[in-house]
């Protein structure tokens, strides 16, 4: 059984940093496409950054890139978003997800950014 559990998510002031944490069970994140998502109220779910399996190609969306930056640990089976210089457009759910059989979600963590 697939399961993906998020950490790390929380309120950050504008201009400070949070690092989400995706840890993998019953699948392996070194060899499938890993990535984060993010929904805010009234906006579509949308695609923020994965980094593939084969050869550790990240991408990123426009609006968080040279801020943003994911990583994986393969012996923790743990995906990670490094997220710095935060601005209140960033406040969504995060959500992690891995390409396997079928895309794989996990329950989603909050993200605020607020003064």
């Known amino acids: 059984q697939v399961q993906l559990m998020e950490s790390g998510g929380g309120l950050v002031q504008p201009g400070g940093s949070l690092r989400l944490s995706c840890a993998a069970s019953?699948?392996?994140?070194?060899?499938?496409?890993g990535g984060w998502h993010r929904q805010a109220p009234g906006k579509q779910r949308e695609l923020v950054a994965f980094?593939?399996?084969?050869?550790?190609?990240?991408y990123y969306a426009d609006s968080v890139k040279g801020r943003f930056t994911i990583s994986r640990d393969n012996a923790k089976n743990t995906i990670y978003l490094q997220m710095n210089s935060l601005k209140p457009e960033d406040t969504a759910v995060y959500y992690c997800?891995?390409?396997?059989?079928?895309?794989?979600w996990g329950q989603g963590t909050q993200v605020t950014v607020s003064s």
């Open positions: 980094i593939t399996g084969d050869n550790n190609t990240e």
């Open positions: 019953g699948v392996i994140f070194s060899i499938h496409r």
């Open positions: 997800n891995i390409d396997y059989t079928r895309p794989y």
